[in-house]
Nanobody, 119 residues
Framework: QVQLVESGGGLVQSGGSLRLSCTAS????????MRWYRQGPGKERELVAA????????NYADSVKGRFTMSRDNAANTVSLQMNSLKPEDTAVYYC????????????WGQGTQVTVSS
């Protein structure tokens, strides 16, 4: 059974930090690109950060570059998102996503964790 379980969300003041974690099970984690998405109130889900299967490459949305850092531990089947200098506009539900490229084209999602940044 595939599972992605996020943790680490919460309420933080503007300028503060949070670290999100996602623990995976039920699939070969090291073969999957991992991504963090977020969906703010009244907004569409957007891609925040991605990391290659080996962890050698990361990509970030312009809105979080220089503030967020994504990492993974393939031995522990975990991925993390360190979020610094948080802003109220970072308020959203954050989702962990596992993706395996074609020909497989598999997508798995976590249940999400709420991040609220107060001004």
């Amino acid at each position: 059974q595939v599972q992605l379980v996020e943790s680490g969300g919460g309420l933080v003041q503007s300028g503060g930090s949070l670290r999100l974690s996602c623990t995976a099970s039920g699939f070969t984690f090291s073969m999957y690109v991992m991504r963090w998405y977020r969906q703010g109130p009244g907004k569409e889900r957007e891609l925040v950060a991605a990391i290659s299967s080996a962890g050698s490459t990361t990509n970030y949305a312009d809105s979080v570059k220089g503030r967020f850092t994504m990492s993974r531990d393939n031995a522990a089947n975990t991925v993390s998102l360190q979020m610094n200098s948080l802003k109220p506009e970072d308020t959203a539900v954050y989702y962990c996503n596992a993706y395996r490229a074609p020909p497989f084209n598999y997508h798995y999602w976590g249940q999400g964790t709420q991040v609220t940044v107060s001004s």
